[in-house]
T-cell receptor, first 112, second 109 residues
Framework: DVKVTQSSRYLVKRTGEKVFLECVQD?????MFWYRQDPGLGLRLIYF???????EKGDIPEGYSVSREKKERFSLILESASTNQTSMYLC???????????FGQGTRLTVV | LAKTTQPISMDSYEGQEVNITCSHN???????ITWYQQFPSQGPRFIIQ???TKVTNEVASLFIPADRKSSTLSLPRVSLSDTAVYYC??????????FGAGTRLTVKP
């Protein structure tokens, strides 16, 4: 089975901290995605990557950056966490040529 | 990017067939239609993908008319465990994975 693993299930950080959310997939997928999910807003795409060291902005990249140094790992970075970044963060991966993506369990981040 | 429109919520009863329609008027030639299911506190799960006409798998059917401006996800004989949010996505096969707000389906006993 495809496995997408997010490093933390729950995380509490202070305003202004630099936060790293890690995501690892074990199926050699080319594409990886970071979303945030807030009540009533569905999933919103933050960034995605279709290859190592490649990244593309999604719909809400402000306040975030990403890193993909290895194919299996895609990191989301909150440069200076703010309370409006309190959210559920979901990582996903998919192979090229399909829209079947596999999601991690999510990281619920609270910024206080 | 093709924008999708779905009903915000739907109610059904156990054993009924449920049809959820998604509108995507500006779908592009290279776009596929994909549906996901999401339970609370979990990531979305792929249900079905199609390009035109009808696609069926063990979980659902997807109906796509000739003009491809809409699609309908059909869930046969739903149970309480089908209560979830269902998302329709339209995009190409490479890296276009933008979700809308989804349809919250509630199945009642």
């Amino acid at each position: 089975d495809v496995k997408v693993t997010q490093s933390s299930r729950y995380l509490v950080k202070r305003t202004g901290e630099k936060v790293f959310l890690e995501c690892v997939q074990d199926m050699d997928h080319e594409n990886m995605f970071w979303y945030r999910q807030d009540p009533g807003l569905g999933l919103r795409l933050i960034y995605f990557s279709y290859d190592v060291k490649m990244k593309e902005k999604g719909d809400i990249p402000e306040g975030y950056s990403v890193s993909r140094e290895k194919k299996e790992r895609f990191s989301l970075i909150l440069e200076s966490a703010s309370t409006n970044q309190t959210s559920m963060y979901l990582c996903a991966s998919s192979p090229t040529g399909t829209t079947e993506a596999f999601f991690g369990q999510g990281t619920r981040l609270t910024v206080v | 990017l093709a924008k999708t429109t779905q009903p915000i919520s739907m109610d059904s009863y156990e054993g009924q067939e449920v049809n959820i329609t998604c509108s995507h008027n500006n779908i592009a030639t290279n776009d596929y239609i994909t549906w996901y299911q999401q339970f609370p506190s979990q990531g979305p799960r792929f249900i079905i993908q199609g390009y035109k006409t009808k696609v069926t798998n063990e979980v659902a059917s997807l109906f796509i008319p000739a003009d491809r401006k809409s699609s309908t996800l059909s869930l046969p004989r739903v149970s309480l465990s089908d209560t979830a949010v269902y998302y329709c996505l339209v995009g190409d096969l490479y890296n276009d994975m933008r979700f809308g707000a989804g349809t919250r389906l509630t199945v009642k006993p």
